[in-house]
């Protein structure tokens, strides 16, 4: 399915109504939820845990679409997988071992993905496309929200499309999407546009309607 799917990234929602965030941006248009899980190790970052991601999955109607910025990723799968993550995505860059990383996600009953970051070549990939169900790329440096798109990734986009042929594994896009950046990595090949502080800008559980504006911008940029 490569119809075009929007998926906020609740970094940049409330982190005290993180439920309430959830409900209004799903209630507004958003296709997926994307949760950042940082360590503040392989990111220079924190946020939280499976426990959390436990803790928010009752209010997800969608996909909750779980990004692990966190190295080692093996010890914690089955953690995530028991918070009820659909897809847990590893970076290549985590360990010497994403072949194995791969293979416990999908043995825990989820869907795999891989995250490359802006430094590592789309070829990284090839030896790992009948073990994944989605590519991310990244296009910023990963750890926060709210950076500048790096435009020298669109061209990773676009080889991965070609790489990808007809196999059923989606391209998501991490980083700096917002109406300008997403029919640049639309027209590349990719199908879920992550959007952080492009999708929460200007709303708040209190005044939800930004949050459609918003994500309405995206997709109607991406789709134009
Ligand atoms: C960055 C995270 C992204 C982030 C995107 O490390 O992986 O998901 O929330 O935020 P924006 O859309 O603001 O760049
Ligand atoms: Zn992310």
């Not at 119809?3 to 958003?30: H, T, W, Y």
């Not at 080889?159 to 007809?166: P, S, T």
């Not at 989606?170 to 999708?199: C, F, K, N, Q, Y």
């Amino acid at each position: 399915d490569r119809s075009l799917k929007i998926a906020p990234s609740i970094l940049a929602a409330d982190f005290a109504n993180f439920g309430a965030e959830i409900q209004a941006v799903e209630a507004q248009g958003a296709d997926w939820i994307h949760v950042d899980v940082m360590d503040g190790h392989f990111v220079p970052n924190l946020t939280f845990g499976p426990a959390m991601c436990a803790a928010i999955r009752p209010h997800i109607k969608t996909v909750m679409d779980v990004h692990l910025m966190i190295a080692p990723v093996d010890p914690y799968i089955d953690a995530f997988a028991a918070a009820g993550a659909d897809i847990i995505t590893a970076h290549v860059e985590a360990g010497p071992h994403i072949h194995r990383t791969l293979q416990a996600i999908r043995g825990a009953g989820c869907k795999a993905g891989i995250a490359l970051n802006p430094g590592t070549p789309a070829e990284a990939v090839a030896p790992l496309l009948d073990m994944i169900d989605m590519v991310c790329v990244m296009t910023v440096n990963p750890g926060f929200g709210g950076q500048k798109f790096i435009h020298a990734c669109v061209d990773k986009v676009r080889a991965l499309r070609a790489m990808i042929g007809d196999r059923e594994i989606h391209i998501e896009i991490d980083g700096g999407v917002d109406p300008m950046t997403a029919p640049l990595v639309r027209a590349a090949g990719a199908d879920v546009l992550v959007a952080g502080s492009a999708a929460f800008k200007g709303g708040s559980v209190s005044n939800p309607a930004p949050y459609g504006d918003n994500i309405r911008a995206i997709r109607t940029a991406a789709e134009s």
